[in-house]
């Protein structure tokens, strides 16, 4: 089961209470406090393990509490200290404290290890309270008490190029296509219900990492449909590929319109991501001429359409796509407006590449 987002109750364990003993051994007269002291409670922490891909193992508990130090003991023994909590999670998760919403650690990185709480410090048994004018002293310590805080664990997949697109216009198909990913694929809308990962191979050495989430449809940003409740794994991407059908009943204008306002309204940094654009399902077109659809839509973006081929394109279908040889690039326009088919690999490859490089624009 995916679960992206938990809230419970942690605790650090308590301090152990010191002890109040005394020497009794045969002939050792009075031979003097010797309470020890208790052991530290348990801290709290946090850990990244990228064999871990979701926050399941969380769901059902609402607190999670690390032990108790031990009491100390009699003889100048010290009560043992207890062992620290180590929470397992993903990469990309971020901790969360949820009362007051503020972001505590963002964790991404690898074995990064990170602690959240400190477990309370062990009383002093009455060996420390010994003196001149207290020799016989029974007062000790108790144990410090733990922390406690209420947390929300959220995590935001981390990828290079997301997918965003309406409900079944191919992004499924196009990421199993292009990547190692074995998405569900199914001609009904809504069939990912979960994010999906790939990894995109580009030649034997260099390669990327491409994020489906389920469609987003109008009304995404204000809670319809499942597009919302996902968006967030699209928050650490460094480029967006929007993903248009122009078999779709939507005109392509429509739809780009649609999915920019969405994004807009969700967040304005994610908005302004670099961007590109596949036109999705060009086998299965039955307007009147896609040629000059295509055309209308790059014009009404106020681009125009590309002469150069440097990708390799494999069909005379217009497009689009930044001369980075003469001007520099702008992350206001897509970097590119290509056409592909999932089905017929219509350019599928082409676009890899393409890809690569939008992303090398992004660093």
Same mark, same amino acid.
């Given at each position: 089961m995916f679960i992206d987002s938990v809230e419970f109750t942690v605790s650090s364990g308590k301090g152990g209470q010191g002890c109040a003993s005394f020497r009794r051994e045969k002939f050792v007269v009075k031979g003097g406090p010797d309470g020890g002291d208790g052991g530290r409670g348990g801290d709290v922490y946090f850990q990244v393990d990228s064999n871990t891909d979701t926050l399941s193992w969380y769901k059902g508990r609402t607190v999670l509490k690390a032990e108790n130090g031990k009491p100390g003991m009699g003889r100048n023994m010290t009560g043992k200290s207890a062992p620290a909590l180590t929470l397992i999670v993903p990469p990309g998760t971020q901790v969360i404290d949820a009362q007051t919403d503020e972001v505590l650690f963002d964790l991404l990185e690898e074995g990064q290890k990170v602690k959240l709480l400190e477990g309370g410090k062990g009383g002093l048994g009455n060996v420390h309270f010994k003196n001149s004018r207290n020799q016989r002293p029974t007062y000790f310590q108790p144990g410090l008490p733990g922390e406690k805080r209420e947390i929300r664990l959220e995590l935001k997949l981390i990828a290079d190029v997301g997918l965003v697109g309406y409900p079944n216009v191919g992004k499924s198909t196009l990421i199993s296509t292009v990547s190692n990913a074995e998405p569900e694929i199914a001609n009904y809308e809504f069939t990912t219900l979960t994010p999906k990962l790939g990894v995109v191979e580009v030649g034997e050495y260099s390669s990327f990492v491409m994020a489906d989430i389920p469609g987003i449809i109008d009304g995404a940003s204000e809670g319809r449909g499942l597009g919302l409740e996902f968006l967030?794994?699209?928050?650490?991407?460094?480029?967006?590929?929007?993903? +248009?059908? *122009?078999?779709?009943?939507?005109?392509?204008?429509?739809? =780009?319109? *649609?999915?920019?306002?969405?994004?807009?309204?969700?967040?304005?940094?994610?908005? @302004?991501?670099?961007?590109?654009?596949?036109?999705?399902?060009?086998?299965? =077109? =039955?307007?009147?001429?896609?040629?000059?659809? +295509?055309?209308?839509? +790059?014009?009404?973006? @106020?681009?125009?359409?590309?002469?150069?081929?440097?990708? @390799?394109?494999?069909?005379?279908?217009?497009?689009?796509?930044?001369?980075?040889?003469?001007?520099?690039?702008?992350?206001?326009?897509?970097?590119?407006?290509?056409?592909?088919?999932?089905?017929?690999?219509?350019?599928?490859?082409? +676009?890899?590449?393409?890809? =690569?490089?939008?992303? @090398?624009?992004?660093?």
């Amino acid at each position: 089961m995916f679960i992206d987002s938990v809230e419970f109750t942690v605790s650090s364990g308590k301090g152990g209470q010191g002890c109040a003993s005394f020497r009794r051994e045969k002939f050792v007269v009075k031979g003097g406090p010797d309470g020890g002291d208790g052991g530290r409670g348990g801290d709290v922490y946090f850990q990244v393990d990228s064999n871990t891909d979701t926050l399941s193992w969380y769901k059902g508990r609402t607190v999670l509490k690390a032990e108790n130090g031990k009491p100390g003991m009699g003889r100048n023994m010290t009560g043992k200290s207890a062992p620290a909590l180590t929470l397992i999670v993903p990469p990309g998760t971020q901790v969360i404290d949820a009362q007051t919403d503020e972001v505590l650690f963002d964790l991404l990185e690898e074995g990064q290890k990170v602690k959240l709480l400190e477990g309370g410090k062990g009383g002093l048994g009455n060996v420390h309270f010994k003196n001149s004018r207290n020799q016989r002293p029974t007062y000790f310590q108790p144990g410090l008490p733990g922390e406690k805080r209420e947390i929300r664990l959220e995590l935001k997949l981390i990828a290079d190029v997301g997918l965003v697109g309406y409900p079944n216009v191919g992004k499924s198909t196009l990421i199993s296509t292009v990547s190692n990913a074995e998405p569900e694929i199914a001609n009904y809308e809504f069939t990912t219900l979960t994010p999906k990962l790939g990894v995109v191979e580009v030649g034997e050495y260099s390669s990327f990492v491409m994020a489906d989430i389920p469609g987003i449809i109008d009304g995404a940003s204000e809670g319809r449909g499942l597009g919302l409740e996902f968006l967030r794994h699209i928050e650490r991407t460094k480029t967006l590929l929007f993903t +248009i059908d *122009v078999a779709n009943y939507r005109t392509i204008v429509d739809q =780009y319109a *649609v999915l920019k306002e969405e994004l807009k309204k969700f967040s304005e940094e994610l908005s @302004g991501r670099n961007y590109a654009i596949a036109l999705t399902k060009v086998d299965a =077109y =039955y307007g009147e001429d896609l040629h000059e659809d +295509i055309k209308n839509f +790059i014009k009404e973006l @106020g681009l125009e359409v590309s002469n150069s081929n440097d990708f @390799g394109f494999d069909s005379n279908l217009p497009y689009f796509i930044q001369d980075l040889t003469m001007s520099r690039f702008d992350s206001s326009k897509p970097f590119f407006i290509l056409p592909i088919s999932s089905v017929t690999h219509l350019n599928t490859k082409s +676009i890899r590449f393409a890809l =690569y490089e939008l992303l @090398g624009q992004s660093k």
